[in-house]
């Protein structure tokens, strides 16, 4: 940044900065004996404050252009779509429950099974205590198919 410096009849050191870009006002001429104990020097009347970077530092905060997105390319050719209605999705309640009680029964069988393997008692503990909750939600699962009026080993048979 080009300056001027000049010492004065106090011998002061009196520094002159010159704008950094065209069109900035300049700062007053400050010397030692004319800074504000309290103030920074950009404070006061006819002071411009610190110089305007912008333009030198404007790279921060720039992204580069990165991995190019994948874009959707268009068809040349029609495609027909088959579409469904909601009707063909209804699904009976009986057949969801008993899938989802089969499914509670083969984690009951998988828990026990690594319980029965497990190196030491700590882990036993854990996870037969994780099997018993597992089947808890198998017989509240089969409680609710009998009270549908549904036998649960019937209805769980086709997810074998």
């Excluded at 089969?102 to 998988?110: N, P, Q």
């Excluded at 808890?136 to 089969?142: D, E, I, Y």
């Amino acid at each position: 940044m080009p300056s001027s410096a000049k010492v004065t009849k106090a011998g002061a050191l009196s520094v002159e900065v010159r704008p950094l870009f065209l069109g900035a006002r300049p700062f007053r001429s400050f010397g030692a004996e004319s800074v504000h104990p309290t103030r920074s020097p950009y404070h006061g009347p006819g002071l411009a404050g610190p110089p305007k970077l912008g333009p030198v530092i404007s790279w921060f905060g720039r992204r580069g252009a990165g991995a190019e997105s994948a874009r959707p390319r268009g068809r040349a050719v029609p495609q027909t779509v088959d579409r469904v209605s909601i009707e063909a999705v209804d699904a009976d309640p009986i057949e969801v429950i008993a899938q989802a009680a089969y499914l509670e029964l083969s984690e009951f069988e998988a828990m026990s099974r690594a319980a029965a393997a497990a190196p030491n008692l700590a882990a036993k503990e854990v996870l037969s205590t994780a099997a018993g909750l597992v089947l808890a939600k198998h017989k509240a699962l089969t409680a609710e198919l009998r009270r549908r009026g549904s036998e649960p080993s019937e209805a769980m048979a086709p997810f074998r």
